[in-house]
């Protein structure tokens, strides 16, 4: 139910404080006097109808959650705005859930939180596993290979499910990815009455579908011949299908360092190819995000192939560039990777116009024009140029011999604060 993860400004709620109440499977009698005294208090209570049922009759109005939900909270709550509003969440309503959202809208003075324990710290309770130490992913309406980049050896992840399906898609999305060995644990009405556990390796998952309302436990154990990818930059050159237009690994991780990724930032990569870069930069953190731009059909289809393989869906893949960039609706870029385009007439000035003050672009050039256009940016703008060539060994007959790649000329810059031209 949350929204994206930028700092909100909302502070149009002008009414009684909204109350959010987190309410676990044992239902009313699991909450605390006062969790019961202020829900008791409003004149409407929003939740899933599920929720609702948890709730004593009483003269407090109980309305559903509208579907779709997020497109609905303005006129809805717009329309309660002289009421006292209470809202029910499962568990913890600031763990991925609807009191993330209503905090970005209305900011945080407007509401009054009564968590209670999440699935999360429920599941790790049950399990003995280390509440700090555990990775959490949601793939409540979220694609199921969000997952992916958090599979490693021995690695310990909890699955926050959709519904009733989501265990045997994880165990099938497992065995497609060389996780068959692993074992899952399902975690069904944690905290409630007819709490039940089922276990079982993914490869041979045995179970039918159960309760909706579960929590997927994965201790991965990788299968033997596994590539290991980490979310580290620097994938193996084989993780990503395409047509061979690929900065390869080595030059990849150079690159993506440079770019300096941090939770949350937006990277714009220009001429995508396989899309490599832009995967490699949302894989760092599962809140980075990139729009990728490739003026061909087949290589988009190509990327759209790679974001669903290595688990990284906050990328957008957009047309070619120049016709693009006339859509002021592009979130301007946190950073920028020029790989491709560089000596189209403007396509710099274009670039650096847009990116945010503060904001790091890296330029990568392998063509002697190319390479030509940084050391004049570099002399105009400042920043860092740098150049190295990798050498791989090969089979050469019996021996083994250094293959040459293209050296590659590379350009570090960022742009000065409170600076939005290209001019100097």
């Not at 939740?47 to 609702?52: V, W």
């Not at 700090?132 to 992913?137: D, L, R, S």
Request: aromatic content about 6%; charged content about 20%.
């Amino acid at each position: 139910m949350t929204e994206g993860h930028s700092a909100a400004s909302g502070t149009d709620w002008t009414g009684h404080p909204i109350v959010v109440a987190g309410i676990g499977a044992d239902g009313w009698s699991g909450l605390g006097d006062n969790v019961r005294r202020a829900i008791g208090e409003c004149d409407v209570v929003f939740g899933s109808p599920r929720q609702l049922a948890l709730l004593p009759a009483s003269e407090v109005e109980h309305v559903p959650w509208p579907t779709p939900l997020l497109p609905a909270l303005p006129e809805l709550f717009a329309r309660n705005a002289g009421r006292r509003v209470g809202v029910l969440a499962s568990g913890d309503p600031m763990f991925y859930g609807i009191g993330v959202t209503l905090a970005r809208r209305f900011g945080p003075a407007a509401l009054r939180v009564f968590p209670q324990p999440s699935s999360a710290s429920l599941a790790c309770a049950r399990l003995g596993w280390p509440l700090a130490e555990t990775a959490v992913v949601s793939v409540v309406a979220r694609p199921l290979p969000t997952v992916l980049p958090e599979l490693s050896e021995s690695r310990r992840i909890l699955v926050l499910s959709e519904d009733e399906t989501t265990p045997s898609r994880i165990a099938e999305l497992l065995r497609d990815n060389g996780f068959g060995a692993s074992t899952l644990t399902v975690l069904e009405q944690l905290g409630g009455p007819t709490e039940h556990l089922r276990t079982g390796p993914a490869a041979t998952w045995p179970h039918p579908p159960g309760d909706p309302l579960n929590i997927v436990a994965i201790d991965c154990r990788a299968d033997p011949g596994t590539r290991r990818d980490t979310r580290l930059p620097g994938l193996a050159d084989t993780a990503f299908a395409g047509d061979g237009q690929l900065t390869k690994a080595e030059v990849r991780a150079l690159t993506v360092t440079a770019l300096a990724p941090t939770p949350g930032e937006m990277l714009w990569d220009i001429g995508g190819g396989s899309g490599s870069i832009a995967i490699e930069w949302c894989r760092t953190h599962p809140l980075c995000r990139a729009v990728t731009f490739e003026r061909l059909p087949a290589r988009r289809e190509q990327i759209a192939t790679n974001i669903g393989a290595l688990g990284v869906p906050g990328i957008t893949i957009r047309g070619e560039v120049r016709s693009e960039l006339a859509e002021e609706t592009i979130t301007a870029p946190d950073a920028i990777f020029l790989g491709g385009g560089l000596t189209q007439d403007g396509m710099f000035e274009r670039c650096w116009q847009r990116l945010r003050p503060g904001g790091r672009l890296v330029a990568n050039a392998v063509t002697a024009e190319s390479e030509a256009l940084l050391l004049d940016w570099s002399a105009r703008f400042g920043g860092t140029l740098r150049k190295f060539q990798i050498y791989r060994g090969e089979p050469l007959g019996g021996f083994t011999a250094w293959r040459p790649h293209l050296p590659v000329a590379q350009w570090i810059v960022r742009k000065p604060a409170g600076r939005r031209s290209a001019d100097r």
